[in-house]
């Protein structure tokens, strides 16, 4: 078993920043890629992926973000951060992050992470 813990989620103005921490903790030798989801507010919105990262370091993200969000990660620490710039309101979501034990590069899709984090609330005002 692995066990997440988020942090780093609050409420921002539009244009501002929050950078969110994941810490693992248990069985760390199963944890290879790691990497944050997120799910809107209201009914029927889907958990998306937001930013992988490989065992490696490798990363990969999802076209609305390229370019503002930042995956990476401590693997003394057990921990990967997701630092948010340039936010807007649009990314107003529960983040989540997860662990997966695909070896080489990204999982392909959220059915390939085993361990997930309760998540945190962003929330982005305009």
């Known amino acids: 078993q692995v066990q997440l813990v988020e942090s780093g989620g609050g409420l921002v103005q539009a244009g501002g920043s929050l950078r969110l921490s994941c810490a693992a903790s248990?069985?760390?030798?199963?944890?290879?890629?790691m990497g944050w989801y997120r799910q809107p507010p209201g009914p029927q919105r889907k958990r998306d992926m937001v930013a992988d990262i490989s065992n490696g370091g490798n990363t990969h993200y999802a076209e609305s973000v390229k370019g503002r969000f930042t995956i990476s990660r401590e693997n003394d620490k057990n921990t990967v951060y997701l630092q948010m710039n340039s936010l807007k309101p649009e990314d107003t979501a529960v983040y989540y992050c997860?662990?997966?034990?695909?070896?080489?590069?990204?999982?392909?899709?959220?059915?390939?992470?085993?361990?997930w984090g309760p998540g945190t609330q962003v929330t982005v005002s305009s």
């Open positions: 248990g069985k760390i030798s199963s944890i290879n890629a």
């Open positions: 997860a662990t997966s034990r695909v070896q080489v590069g990204v999982p392909l899709s959220k059915y390939e992470y085993e361990y």
